[in-house]
């Protein structure tokens, strides 16, 4: 964990070199076009163009909030000419039905309430809420993706339906694409459908799996996984698991299990523990995040289904909430729909 978890302050500096590394690397080679204009370095005004481009799924997937939002701070300031207290309360309601959930409101309201002097209109309101949201965004975002180690073990958790499996395949493309050598371990040992269902996402991404018969020890298949990219040289062993319940205590014990075999037999293994979270479900992702952090430790998530309809807000809750960073979100069920979380483009999308 400490690998990924450097002191705030060098994973500041090091942002940036590592947006140009490893992960960068599909996108310079022409695969993920867009996502190179998307990354923070990049203004605001560079915003990708065309109706398939993952800035407008983004963007289409929040329009709600989006709409709600503007549409909320118009009536704010119709009603209320200056910053008071009447205002910041219907201000305060706006939020929350964004899901921004009550502990970041009444820290966004705080914030907005010490700026109120530069405040005379619902734009200029819109422009300081999008300066504070970012500042939450931004203190999550920095996440290390040194995945140098090899092989580097990625153990991806969270309940079911999630979309777990399904980063795991679009994660494996990207890998796959940038030149590595992908292993995926077949963990979630539940239902045979599910073994499947990974085989066929391997497969779509140029991966190899390692997979057991149904109900087999999920520690033994994340173990022979790990020693089969060290048998074999490969990059990244990308592990799925099951996600019935997270409440309960079982599946926690599971997926410490799983943590501790294949640490017996690779060195600091896993070197991530990848937090998968449904952006649909609200406020319910924060206590799951809770839920899973305490039990694992997780190093960083993915917030999945910023496509459908998620209200954007749950996102700048978690942020502000967890000191976990946000590595990538799923804006769709496609291969390509997955991409490098920016917080630039999120409040972009967002208001
Ligand atoms: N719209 C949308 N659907 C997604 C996304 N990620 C996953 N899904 C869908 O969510 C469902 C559950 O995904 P799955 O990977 O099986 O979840 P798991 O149980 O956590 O492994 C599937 O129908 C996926 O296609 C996403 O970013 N957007
Ligand atoms: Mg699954």
Redesign the pocket.
Known sequence: MKTFFRNKKKRKSESKENKSTVFKRANTAGTFTESAAHTSTSGLKEKPQGPSGFFERLKSGLSKTRKSLASGLEKIFSTNTCVDDEMLEALEELLITADMGVHTTIELIERISKRSAEISDADRLKEVLREETLTFLENAAEVSKDINLKPCVILVV??????????IGKLAAQFSKEGRKVIVAAA?TFRAA?IE?LAIWAERAGAHIVKHKENADPSAVAFDAVNAAIARDADVVLI?TA?RLHTRVNLMEELKKIKRTVSKRCDGAPHRTVL?LDATTGQNALSQAKLFHEALGITDMVL?????TAKGGIVVSICNTLSIPISYI????KIE??QEFDPKLFVDALF
């Open positions: 969270g309940v079911n339906g999630t979309g777990k499996t399904t980063t979630d599910a269902q799925d996600g998968v999945t289904k910023l496509d459908g799923g804006v769709g069920e729909d997955l």
